[in-house]
């Protein structure tokens, strides 16, 4: 079965600070990995994803994450974050490409709630 | 990018009734849509897999005559609460796949619309 963890809860960090929220995963053959960030009472919006290639995938807003594959880890970093990045975040993965015949569902972490403060 | 419209945003209903949530892709087409639920700071729970013109794939513990999902046309499916109670209340979230095709690779990526906020009283 496929699963993902995202040990952290909450990460508080400083505006202009480097930030990371933290993402394993479990999955039989390739995974695809993706980030979706979600502002309160509204809809997921999509950031980035890994399918193939490069490990370092860059994002909307100045994300990025790395794929890991040794560690099956995709963690979402930002180099200097802003306030306005304050959201919950979501690491999902799914076992299949979501083009494919097969329905490729998402599974979602338990997501991690970003506070930056100023 | 594309848009998936979720309606109503909000609906409060007495215990007992029926309420319906309706999600619909305004500028492509969705063979699959995916109905979730979210309780207050937690994750999405997936709930089924709504296929156009076919039955909806539940997940396991999701009852298929409490949560009636139809998926009528390429463009919208529908969840329907029947009999809602206290405990149904919670975020729905419905998202589309849109497939593309790029020569002879088919990738695919998700849209989620803004979520429903049921209240049952």
């Known amino acids: 079965a496929q699963s993902v963890a995202q040990p952290e809860d909450q990460v508080n960090v400083a505006e202009g600070n480097p930030l990371t929220v933290k993402c394993t995963y479990s999955?039989?053959?390739?995974?695809?990995l993706f980030w979706y960030v979600q502002y309160p009472n509204r809809g997921l919006q999509f950031l980035l994803k890994?399918?193939?290639?490069?490990?370092l995938v860059k994002g909307s807003y100045g994300f990025e994450a790395e794929f890991n594959k040794s560690q099956t880890s995709f963690h979402l970093k930002k180099p200097s974050a802003l306030v306005s990045d304050s959201a919950l975040y979501f690491c999902?993965?799914?076992?299949?490409?979501?083009?494919?015949?097969?329905?490729?569902?998402?599974?979602f972490g338990q997501g991690t709630t970003l506070q930056v403060k100023p | 990018g594309a848009v998936v419209s979720q309606h109503p945003s909000r609906v409060i209903c007495k215990s007992g009734t029926s309420v319906k949530i309706e999600c619909r892709s305004l500028?492509?087409?969705?063979?699959?849509m995916f109905w979730y639920r979210q309780f207050p700071k937690k994750s999405l729970m997936l709930m089924a897999t709504?296929?156009?013109?076919?039955?909806?794939?539940?997940e396991q513990g999701v009852e298929k005559d409490k949560f009636l999902i139809n998926h009528a046309s390429l463009t919208l499916s529908t969840l329907t609460v029947t009999s809602a109670h206290p405990e149904d209340s919670s975020f729905y979230i419905c998202?589309?796949?849109?497939?593309?095709?790029?020569?002879?690779?088919?990738?695919?990526?998700?849209?989620f619309g803004e979520g429903s906020r049921l209240t049952v009283l």
């Open positions: 998202s589309a796949r849109r497939v593309i095709r790029e020569g002879e690779l088919y990738t695919g990526e998700l849209f």
């Open positions: 999955v039989s053959g390739n995974p695809y």
């Open positions: 890994y399918i193939t290639g490069d490990n």
């Open positions: 500028d492509f087409q969705a063979t699959t």
């Open positions: 999902a993965v799914s076992r299949r490409a979501l083009g494919s015949s097969n329905t490729g569902k998402l599974i």
């Open positions: 709504s296929n156009e013109g076919s039955k909806a794939t539940y």
